[in-house]
């Protein structure tokens, strides 16, 4: 890796072009796509003493204002649908004020997808990357694209006809003096397996040609040739056998009941990925009431 690379912001790094509207929120930045309605892309630079920072889930979905009202969702899209309005930049990952975390439910940063794949695989993955960044003690930031990919399917939401996508995906880049590391993960809805995260990770390369967008932008051709023609992964990739791990909740099996359960994300971690049935007395899909509600 030539060079000595210093980046600090998502900007300094470079954004892929051809959006519609550029969104700046106090934590990620978002390329809106109108005929879509949905976000091309939202990036982040992620630093480890801000992902570390704990704060209670409040509920705050709504429209997004900054948006014409032609080309933005709204709630009534994903009511009823059957898919849940999931995040692009996670709530758990920018919740070091309360301003960040209210950011984060702008309709603009939700995506069509569904319960399995949302509640499961994919916070497992999110949890990961909060990980990553944390463990970085010098400060460095982890810098992450997250957005859709489309296949065949014309499957859309609402009034709206938000196409869902057939998948997602994350381009991770790190810069630590000397060295630099780039990967990216492709993530169908209909087969992503955390548990076999390695099995589902690309070079950054692949996602680009798989979207059409140009990561990365701002830094030297040769740097940028060289990180996103192979995967090269900031932080090591799971096994299998240490999957529940990562996602912190230790492993399947272990906790059956409620009252074994010290938060709400640990209850949807055995409800959704480890199949507890009984934490979800009334088949909503919420578990353990006392501490979901």
């Not at 470079?14 to 390329?31: A, M, T």
């Not at 319960?115 to 944390?134: H, I, M, T």
């Not at 548990?195 to 030297?220: H, K, M, N, Y």
């Amino acid at each position: 890796m030539p060079g000595n690379v210093s980046i600090d912001s998502i900007d300094q790094l470079g954004v892929p072009q051809g959006y519609d509207q550029r969104l700046n929120f106090s934590s990620f930045s978002i390329g809106y796509n109108y005929s879509k309605k949905h976000a091309d892309w939202v990036g982040t630079a992620l630093l480890p003493e801000l992902v570390r920072i704990p704060r209670d889930r409040v509920n705050s979905f709504r429209d997004e204002a900054q948006i014409p009202a032609q080309y933005r969702a709204t709630l009534d899209d994903y009511a009823h649908s059957g898919y849940d309005r999931g995040h692009l930049a996670p709530n758990a990952t920018h919740d070091q004020t309360k301003q960040s975390m209210y950011d984060t439910y702008t309709l603009a940063n939700m995506s069509p997808q569904t319960p399995k794949f949302n509640r499961g695989s994919w916070a497992q993955l999110e949890r990961y990357v909060r990980d990553c960044a944390a463990s970085y003690e010098d400060g460095e930031p982890v810098f992450v694209f997250t957005g859709p990919y489309y296949g065949s399917t014309s499957t859309t939401v609402g009034a709206s006809k938000i196409p869902v996508p057939e998948g997602y995906y994350k381009v991770i880049y790190e810069f630590n003096g000397d060295t630099a590391s780039a990967m990216a993960v492709q993530a169908p809805q209909a087969s992503f397996d955390f548990d076999r995260l390695a099995s589902f990770v690309v070079s950054v390369d692949t996602i680009e040609d798989l979207t059409g967008l140009d990561f990365a932008t701002a830094i030297a051709d040769d740097i940028e040739t060289s990180l996103e023609a192979s995967p090269k992964p900031a932080c090591p990739i799971p096994a299998k056998e240490t999957a529940d791990e990562v996602a912190g909740f230790g492993s399947c099996g272990s906790k059956k009941t409620c009252s074994k359960m010290s938060s709400c994300a640990e209850a949807e971690h055995f409800l959704n990925v480890c199949g507890v049935s009984r934490l979800d007395g009334n088949k909503d899909g919420i578990p353990c009431k006392a501490i979901c509600n």
